[in-house]
């Protein structure tokens, strides 16, 4: 066996285990999925073929249609607050000082925490009696139980949940911009918030880009802290997709449904993803 070969066949042979993670745990269950799409099943008996059945019922489902329409309400008041406050903390902690490492890891404290134990924490915060937001307002509001206020609540609290998140990638982006870049922005005039806009933001798009789509997918996969704060309620104004799902596979016992809103949330978040990047791959710079 000749040394190419031989070189091949090892490099192959490391990359194994990496291959099979992506087979267990990427495409059988894409495989998996896509069948139970097209079958009947109720977790116990038998595993019957229905061809589209599930899929004609699902996609005249209004209560779905109505979930993904929470879904997306709820990732545009997550996503731009977050992005923004985000690059806000981040432009604070982006110094070299003392003190500034111990900052970012309290900013990322709560997104090391469990979603369940976070939704736990701030269905207590928003209690309508000894509840803390409403002891500092002074003021009983029901937070979680009113239906125009539900959902900005559960927004609020995946925000606090993921700003840090968002904050250490801005972060990693502001110090990899050269210094001669700001300082030649400087001398033609560029500070304050002419500075940011004209370097900062541009120079940033890689990291906005990445901070962007990862925001949209992580709001559309949110389950955990809903179920905690409000599972779904009130009159289904915080059923996200995510619980629209768990409902009808383990609830209501349909895996087959459930797996093709499975399909549906990954198509709309891959035509989101795709709306994205082909925004940022003409204004994206990724060499200095």
């Known amino acids: 066996m000749n040394r190419p070969v031989r070189r091949h066949i090892v490099s192959y042979l490391l990359l194994l285990p990496s291959?099979?993670?992506?087979?267990?745990?990427?495409?059988?269950?894409i495989a998996v999925v896509l069948w139970l799409s097209v079958h009947s099943w109720n977790l116990l008996g038998p595993v019957t073929f229905n061809g589209f059945d599930n899929w004609r019922s699902v996609l005249t489902d209004r209560r779905f249609g109505h979930s993904i329409l929470v879904t997306l309400m709820l990732t545009a008041l997550v996503v731009p607050v977050?992005?923004?406050?985000?690059?806000?903390?981040?432009?604070?902690?982006?110094?070299?000082?003392?003190?500034?490492?111990?900052?970012?890891?309290?900013?990322?404290?709560?997104?090391?925490?469990?979603?369940?134990?976070?939704?736990?924490?701030?269905?207590?915060?928003?209690?309508?009696?000894?509840?803390?937001?409403?002891?500092?307002?002074?003021?009983?509001?029901?937070?979680?139980?009113?239906?125009?206020?539900?959902?900005?609540?559960?927004?609020?609290?995946?925000?606090?949940?993921?700003?840090?998140?968002?904050?250490?990638?801005?972060?990693?982006?502001?110090?990899?911009?050269?210094?001669?870049?700001?300082?030649?922005?400087?001398?033609?005039?560029?500070?304050?918030?002419?500075?940011?806009?004209?370097?900062?933001?541009?120079?940033?798009?890689?990291?906005?880009?990445f901070v962007l789509v990862t925001g949209v997918l992580s709001a559309?996969?949110?389950?955990?802290?809903?179920?905690?704060?409000?599972?779904?309620?009130?009159?289904?104004?915080?059923?996200?997709v995510g619980m629209r799902l768990y409902s009808e596979a383990f609830e209501a016992a349909h895996p087959g449904r459930a797996a093709v809103m499975a399909v549906v949330v990954f198509a709309v978040m891959f035509v989101i993803t795709v709306v994205q990047h082909r925004y940022f791959r003409d204004r994206t710079s990724y060499e200095y």
Not at 19 to 29: A, E, M
Not at 220 to 240: C, I, K, M, N, W
């Open 19 to 29: 291959l099979i993670g992506v087979c267990c745990f990427l495409l059988v269950p």
């Open 82 to 209: 977050q992005t923004v406050l985000g690059f806000g903390i981040a432009a604070l902690l982006a110094g070299r000082g003392r003190g500034g490492s111990v900052l970012r890891v309290a900013y990322a404290l709560p997104w090391m925490c469990a979603p369940v134990a976070v939704g736990v924490l701030w269905q207590w915060l928003f209690a309508p009696t000894g509840g803390a937001v409403n002891a500092v307002l002074g003021r009983r509001i029901e937070w979680l139980s009113e239906p125009a206020l539900a959902l900005p609540a559960v927004a609020l609290t995946s925000v606090w949940l993921n700003v840090g998140y968002v904050a250490l990638f801005f972060v990693a982006g502001l110090r990899a911009i050269p210094g001669e870049i700001l300082d030649a922005g400087a001398l033609d005039g560029a500070v304050g918030l002419r500075r940011v806009r004209y370097l900062v933001l541009p120079l940033l798009r890689p990291t906005m880009f």
């Open 220 to 240: 559309f996969q949110t389950f955990d802290s809903v179920y905690a704060l409000t599972r779904g309620g009130p009159d289904h104004r915080t059923e996200v």
